[in-house]
C-alpha cells in the first residue's frame, strides 16, 4: 500500500508558472506508475498526465501537452508536476494516483490517491 500526498499549490496569474510534488511513502514506490488528475468545481475529474516506472514513458492529456512536464525521482519517492503558461482553465484540485499495472489515462485503474492540492489561476 502507498499513501500519497501533494503540495505546491497556490494562486498564480494566467501564464505563470507552479510546480506540483507528490511524495509517497513506502519502499516500492519505483514499482508503481503515477499519474495526476484534476477535478475543476462542477466537471468531471480528468486526467493530465502519466509516468511510468523508470520515468521513461509518459502520456500527456491534449490541453497541457508541451505547457506541463512530469518527472519522477524514484530515490526520493516523489513526483513533479511542472506547469508553464497557465490558464484560468487549469483551475482544479490536483490529484495524484499510483497503480501498479499499467500507464493508464483511466481513473479507475488507479488504487490510491491522494487528497489533492488546490491550483487557481487568475485571469
Known amino acids: 500500500q502507498v499513501q500519497l500526498v501533494e503540495s505546491g499549490g497556490g494562486l498564480v496569474q494566467a501564464g505563470g508558472s507552479l510546480r506540483l510534488s507528490c511524495a509517497a511513502s513506502g519502499r516500492t514506490f519505483s514499482r508503481y506508475v503515477m499519474g495526476w488528475f484534476r477535478q475543476a468545481p462542477g466537471k468531471e475529474r480528468e486526467f493530465v498526465v502519466a509516468i511510468g516506472w523508470s520515468g521513461g514513458s509518459t502520456s500527456y492529456a491534449d490541453s497541457v501537452k508541451d505547457r506541463f512536464t512530469i518527472s519522477r525521482d524514484n530515490a526520493r519517492n516523489t513526483i513533479y508536476l511542472q506547469m508553464n503558461s497557465l490558464k484560468p482553465e487549469d483551475t482544479a484540485v490536483y490529484y495524484c494516483?499510483?497503480?501498479?499495472?499499467?500507464?493508464?489515462?483511466?481513473?479507475?485503474?488507479?488504487?490510491?490517491w491522494g487528497q489533492g492540492t488546490q491550483v487557481t489561476v487568475s485571469s
Open positions: 494516483a499510483a497503480n501498479l499495472r499499467v500507464l493508464t489515462r483511466t481513473a479507475s485503474e488507479y488504487d490510491y
